[in-house]
């Protein structure tokens, strides 16, 4: 069985409900601007990260939360599936990249707990979809 992205790999994350001033998807990485929760990106002065856009769906239960819609928002950074960059390895230290919500290299204090779309190493019968890895922030 596959983790979906914003799952937590691990029971008993603590979570918080935030309005999306942008549309942002389960697995994003975001911050708070201006009282709204956006989506952090390396290239246009966003916000520092806070946490990472949980699974759920928006109102219609759609993958996606619009502008305006009440996000559920891991905040405690304990191995949770989130949005990375291709190349990702275990043990990576990961920033915000160019892409909206995805982490790529950096030195943002967020550590890979896995590979980019892998799950070896953690004591689990899961798998971690493409485009996503376990982090720990």
Do not use: C
């Amino acid at each position: 069985m596959a983790l979906k992205p914003g799952e937590p790999v691990v029971s008993g994350t603590a979570t918080v409900t935030y309005e999306t001033g942008e549309q942002v998807s389960p697995g994003d990485v975001v911050g708070i601007d201006g009282g709204l929760l956006r989506a952090v990106n390396s290239g246009d002065g966003s916000p520092n990260l806070v946490g990472v856009v949980a699974h759920g769906g928006g109102a219609d239960a759609g993958d996606d939360y619009e502008s305006g819609e009440e996000v559920p928002v891991h905040v405690d950074g304990s191995a949770v599936v989130a949005n990375v960059a291709s190349g990702v390895s275990a043990g990576d230290e990961l920033g915000p990249s160019a892409t909206d919500g995805q982490l790529d290299a950096g030195s943002a204090g967020v550590d890979a707990l896995t590979d980019a779309g892998g799950a070896a190493g953690l004591s689990t019968n899961e798998s971690i979809p493409a485009g996503h890895a376990a982090i720990n922030y």
